[in-house]
C-alpha cells in the first residue's frame, strides 16, 4: 500500500468512524492528530484511541459529519499536504457546514505518524516550508 492509498483508506475509515479498521492499517503507535476543530482548545490525539475521542468529539458537535479525500500531494520522502473536503450540520444551530481542512500528513518507518491540521492552504503550504 503507498502512502496515498494510505491516506485514501484512512480517511474512508475515519468517515464511517471504523477506527478498528485504522488500526490495521500502517499507522504508527504513536500517531497523533492535530485536529482544526480541537486546535483552538491545543488538543492533540494520540493514537487510535485518539482518534476515537476526536471522533465523539467531533459527532457531539456536528450530524453527518462527512469528510472525503480533495486533493493528495507528495512533498517529500515523509510528507504530503492532504486536502479533505469536509461536511456537516451543526447539532446546535442546524446550519449546514461546508470546509475544506489541509493536513500535513508525515510518516515514520513508512507509517502513518502525523497529521496536523490547518484551516488554510497558506498556512498548510507555510508548515511545509512551500509558497503557493
Known amino acids: 500500500m503507498d502512502r496515498r492509498e494510505q491516506v485514501e483508506a484512512a480517511i474512508a475509515a475515519i468517515d464511517t468512524r471504523d477506527f478498528d479498521a485504522i488500526a490495521e492499517m500502517p499507522v504508527h503507535p504513536d500517531m497523533q492528530l492535530r485536529s482544526v476543530i480541537a486546535v483552538a482548545e491545543g488538543d492533540v490525539f494520540y493514537g487510535i484511541q485518539g482518534l476515537r475521542q476526536w471522533g465523539e468529539a467531533v459527532d457531539s458537535i456536528f450530524d ?19 486536502v479533505t473536503d469536509n461536511s456537516a450540520t451543526a447539532k446546535a ?23 496536523d491540521g490547518y484551516t488554510t492552504r497558506a498556512e498548510a503550504l507555510e508548515a511545509l516550508g512551500l509558497s503557493e
Open 64 to 82: 453527518d459529519f462527512r469528510v472525503r479525500l480533495a486533493e493528495y500531494r507528495e512533498v517529500d520522502d515523509e510528507r504530503a499536504l492532504v
Open 93 to 115: 444551530s442546524g446550519v449546514p457546514v461546508a470546509a475544506f481542512t489541509y493536513l500535513v500528513c508525515t510518516w515514520r518507518n513508512g507509517l502513518i505518524w502525523r497529521a
